[in-house]
């Protein structure tokens, strides 16, 4: 269903504050299917004095989709989120929102991305929609992939060379449309599931700690990606705690498991030493924080 935070009814900003205000503050988890996929969505602030919280849940992503208002193009906060997934070698998706509002076109706001972020920016709408991309778009991602011989010999790339260039940051896929319409977000998400590779974790358990909240009672929650193996509910996660609860959540609701896996996002209870950027796990390492908040208290 589709909700606005300005109208209150958003399904991911149900925090009163959010609603008060009209704007996104804290990150949410919510889960959904596309054809072939089973995703989760880290949803993030966009304002910039929200920055840290969205840094957070960057420690965790498989693969980010940065919006960009058609209207205003990358602006300076656009920079700093594009140079911290770049430092993180997060694999992105573009989406350039509120078309329907542009003075531009699809080509103009294309070649502004290319020069502002990277030459590797790719029109993927198109070619998604169609099934196939255009010969010019081949021969751009195949200078881009080094698979000139792969071109040369079959006239276009295999969905895995692209899949590949996209998780090495060569190719950055884009799209555009007008979420309130809503346009473009069918076609976003079938270039997400035709080019999004699955989770593959390792076997031994190792996780990423990437936000502490409480809940309603007031348990500490400690959300967490789990990166390899598994871990369920009475095992010792760390320092001799047991993990009393595993939770999925889907906006504000949640739903209790009995194991965490890898690739899964979850929430556990019990733990009180954990902490933002840890890392659970053999050769885990904690990840300090690039953005620093403006005041502290």
Same mark, same amino acid.
């Not at 849940?57 to 989120?81: E, F, K």
């Not at 070649?111 to 010019?136: I, M, Q, R, T, W």
């Not at 009393?244 to 899964?264: C, F, L, M, P």
């Given at each position: 269903?589709?909700?606005?935070?300005?109208?209150?009814?958003?399904?991911?900003?149900?925090?009163?504050?959010?609603?008060?205000?009209?704007?996104?503050?804290?990150?949410?988890?919510?889960?959904?299917?596309?054809?072939?996929?089973?995703?989760?969505?880290?949803?993030?602030?966009?304002?910039?004095?929200?920055?840290?919280?969205?840094?957070?849940?960057?420690?965790?992503?498989?693969?980010?989709?940065?919006?960009?208002?058609?209207?205003?193009?990358?602006?300076?906060?656009?920079?700093?989120?594009?140079?911290?997934?770049?430092?993180?070698?997060?694999?992105?998706?573009?989406?350039?929102?509120?078309?329907?509002?542009?003075?531009?076109?699809?080509?103009? *706001?294309? #070649?502004?991305?290319?020069?502002?972020?990277? @030459?590797? $920016?790719?029109?993927? %709408?198109?070619?998604?929609? =169609? !099934?196939?991309?255009?010969?010019?778009?081949?021969?751009?991602?195949?200078?881009?992939?080094?698979?000139?011989?792969?071109?040369?010999?079959?006239?276009?790339?295999?969905?895995?060379? *692209?899949? #590949?260039?996209?998780?090495?940051?060569?190719? @950055?896929? $884009?799209?555009?449309? %007008?979420?309130?319409?809503? =346009? !473009?977000?069918?076609?976003?998400?079938?270039?997400?599931?035709?080019?999004?590779?699955?989770?593959?974790?390792?076997?031994?358990?190792?996780?990423?700690?990437?936000?502490?909240?409480?809940?309603?009672?007031?348990?500490?929650?400690?959300?967490?990606?789990?990166?390899?193996?598994?871990?369920?509910?009475?095992?010792?996660?760390?320092?001799?705690?047991?993990?009393?609860?595993?939770?999925?959540?889907?906006?504000?609701?949640?739903?209790?498991?009995?194991?965490?896996?890898?690739?899964?996002?979850?929430?556990?209870?019990?733990?009180?030493?954990?902490?933002?950027?840890?890392?659970?796990?053999?050769?885990?390492?904690?990840?300090?924080?690039?953005?620093?908040?403006?005041?502290?208290?």
């Amino acid at each position: 269903q589709v909700g606005r935070v300005d109208n209150k009814d958003a399904f991911l900003d149900h925090n009163p504050m959010e609603r008060q205000r009209g704007i996104t503050i804290f990150s949410k988890q919510a889960s959904f299917s596309w054809k072939e996929t089973e995703f989760t969505l880290l949803d993030t602030p966009g304002h910039v004095d929200f920055s840290a919280e969205t840094e957070r849940c960057l420690q965790v992503l498989d693969y980010a989709i940065l919006v960009i208002n058609a209207s205003n193009g990358v602006q300076g906060h656009t920079g700093t989120l594009w140079r911290l997934l770049k430092q993180l070698k997060i694999p992105t998706f573009i989406f350039v929102n509120k078309m329907d509002l542009s003075v531009q076109s699809e080509g103009e *706001i294309l #070649e502004h991305l290319k020069a502002e972020l990277d @030459f590797g $920016c790719v029109n993927f %709408a198109e070619g998604v929609a =169609e !099934g196939k991309f255009s010969p010019e778009t081949y021969e751009e991602m195949a200078l881009l992939t080094d698979s000139v011989e792969e071109v040369l010999e079959t006239g276009l790339l295999s969905a895995e060379t *692209i899949r #590949e260039g996209i998780v090495r940051r060569q190719i @950055f896929p $884009c799209f555009f449309g %007008a979420a309130l319409k809503p =346009e !473009g977000v069918e076609t976003l998400l079938d270039g997400m599931d035709a080019y999004m590779r699955g989770f593959r974790g390792g076997e031994a358990f190792a996780a990423r700690v990437y936000k502490i909240t409480r809940d309603e009672q007031g348990k500490r929650l400690t959300h967490l990606k789990v990166l390899g193996g598994s871990i369920k509910v009475r095992e010792i996660l760390k320092n001799d705690e047991k993990i009393s609860q595993i939770r999925r959540y889907n906006g504000e609701k949640y739903e209790t498991v009995n194991e965490a896996t890898a690739g899964g996002i979850y929430a556990v209870t019990g733990i009180e030493t954990s902490y933002a950027g840890e890392g659970i796990g053999e050769g885990m390492r904690d990840d300090v924080p690039t953005l620093a908040p403006v005041l502290s208290y």
